[in-house]
């Protein structure tokens, strides 16, 4: 059986600095995880980076590079982003400790992403609206911001420290979800629910959807249905 471990993925966007690599892949080995994706990284593989991976230079050499956000993301069923950033349209916002049981519950059977943004500014805006949920590591008001390895460690050690019998259904990828998400909105505007030339609302509105839905994932159950659903309505508007 394939241990949930396995299933996740701890994915650095854009990381700046080779020692914040290597020391990730050393946090990451120290807790029993083993994969390590990386989005459009500086160099990495030189002295520095293998210095702070210390005994996991062997993690460090098989990390999974990506040319984009997109492709990073595209075949894992539960995104989720980390931030100390807060606010209502940044959707459902965890408490690492929180977060750790859906995490863990999520990974039994699918495949889920960790984001860690940029050293410097963190997720871009448009990548944590395709996060289903976002983990807060709590810290003192006057010094909020982690390093990106610390975070990266903080992370995987809780998650080390718990395991849980549930296990979620087996879901669908994050292609499948923003092919149901260009079909709701479709509908949506054939229903006449999102207001004509208001396009404040109309990105609000999919914003919210795109949360609600993605911090639970989709079996292909419910896939179809919400892909029936829209049929149906697109046949009663279209045929009467």
């Known amino acids: 059986m394939k241990n949930w471990r396995d299933n996740i993925s701890f994915v650095l966007v854009e990381p700046k600095e080779a020692g914040n690599i290597g020391a990730s892949a050393r946090a990451l080995k120290n807790m029993g995880f083993k994969n390590l ?11 520095e980076g293998k210095g702070m991976a210390c005994n996991a230079v062997d993690l460090l050499e098989k990390a999974i590079i990506h040319s984009s956000f997109k492709e990073a993301i595209k075949n894992k069923s539960i995104i989720i982003g980390t ?4 606010g209502k349209r940044r959707g459902l916002i ?13 990974a039994k059977k699918n495949k889920v ?13 448009k990548e944590v609206e395709e996060c289903g949920l976002l983990i807060t590591i709590p810290s003192d008001p006057l010094s909020p911001s982690l390093n990106l390895s610390q975070s990266v460690l903080l992370v995987a050690y809780e998650l080390s420290q718990k395991t849980y019998k549930a296990g979620a259904p087996e879901l ?12 709701i909105h479709s509908t949506l505007k054939l229903l006449e629910y999102i207001p004509r030339g208001n396009r404040d609302i109309e990105i609000r509105i999919m914003r919210n959807l795109k949360h609600l839905i993605g911090r639970a994932g989709l079996t292909d159950w419910e896939l179809r249905m ?6 149906q309505v697109e ?6």
């Not at 994706?37 to 002295?47: A, G, S």
């Not at 931030?83 to 807060?86: N, Y």
């Open 94 to 106: 965890l408490p690492l400790k929180d977060a750790v049981k859906r995490v863990i519950t999520a």
């Open 172 to 183: 669908v990828g994050h292609e499948d979800m923003e092919a149901i998400y260009r079909r």
């Open 37 to 47: 994706e990386l989005i459009n990284p500086q160099k990495f593989l030189n002295d």
């Open 113 to 125: 992403a960790i984001l860690f943004g940029r050293e410097d500014k963190g997720l871009s805006n």
């Open 83 to 86: 931030t100390r950033r807060l």
């Open 235 to 240: 046949k009663r508007i279209y045929f009467g």
């Open 226 to 231: 919400l892909h029936g659903i829209c049929s």
